[in-house]
């Protein structure tokens, strides 16, 4: 038997834009062709033996204003995790100097806010500018920004923003009502217009269905000029929020989920983001096999834990992966 074609255009290519049915299409797919295509479309685009390494630390933990049903920071759900004030630069720049020595190449700060006041971002400017002057790429996400944030940050070197929009459109009320999926793109093309290079992914195991998957990726595909980094997280099911209990997505389907952000987004680079502390390492291998080339990497994501660097050194060692 022949082998199965590759999707007749890449999106920077196409003359008309992805359709949900389209990449539901791609879903459909048996298992082997599905993956077959994508790492086709991976080598044509990257190294498949190279992972980006990111580390995540949260320069402001708890106490969140918004209702994003998944998240441990929220402040209108019960969790263990306590409001704390915004780290002291001293902090921040004790742990980008940590993982600079382990090897990551990008330091992402988070921020549990709906978004930063004028003096926050003071303080977060002075990180910016001292986090790249020690050679490290920097990202933040800080939630929503306004006119002006944007170039305020881009004038201090930050390289990445990560604001996801989590899920598709038709679904995103049932997981965040404080703000709108709207107000989402806003900031994210404020931060393209500044000159900023974007990160922006979601999260699967909300109880999505394959439609909203498939409506999340081509959202990205289908915008003017797509993220350069795309992070797809599985849910981390945190309790005491209305997420708790809530089952995690078939394996193969969230296989088949970074598959089809590789075709789609055949440029970025697709981060098997968080949920991999609950992943084994074949599940892993078979993601970047579908085309993820980035992880985090450290003991912990923002609230929750990550796989160590070790279990991580010890997996690139036995896959034959380099770090980038
Ligand atoms: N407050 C900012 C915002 O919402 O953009 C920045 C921090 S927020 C924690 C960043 C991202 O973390 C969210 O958009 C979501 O994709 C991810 N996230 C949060 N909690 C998660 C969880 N329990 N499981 C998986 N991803 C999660
Ligand atoms: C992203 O897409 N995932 C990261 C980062 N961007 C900010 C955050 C994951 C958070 C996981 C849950 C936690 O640590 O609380
Ligand atoms: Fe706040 Fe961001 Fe968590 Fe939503 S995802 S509750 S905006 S920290």
Redesign the pocket.
Known sequence: MNAPALPPELPSTRATPWTIDHAETLFAQPFMDLVWQAQAIHRLNFDPNAIQRSA?FSIKTGGCSEDCKY???SARHGTAVEREPLKPIAEVLAAAAEVKKKGATRF?M?AAWRNPKEKDLDAVVDMVEQVKAMGLETCL?LGMLKPGQAERLKAAGLDFY?H?LDTDAAYYPQIVTSHTHADRIETIDRVRQAGIKICS?GIVGMGETRRHRAGLLVQFANMKTPPESV?I?HL?A?PGTPLADCPPLDRFEFVRTIAVARILLPRAFIRL??GRREMSEELQALCFLAGANSI?YGEE????ENPSMSADDALFEKLGLQAI
């Open positions: 995540l998240c441990s920071q992402c988070g996400t990560n996801n992914g992070p997280n981390v945190i983001s968080a985090f994501l923002l609230t929750a």
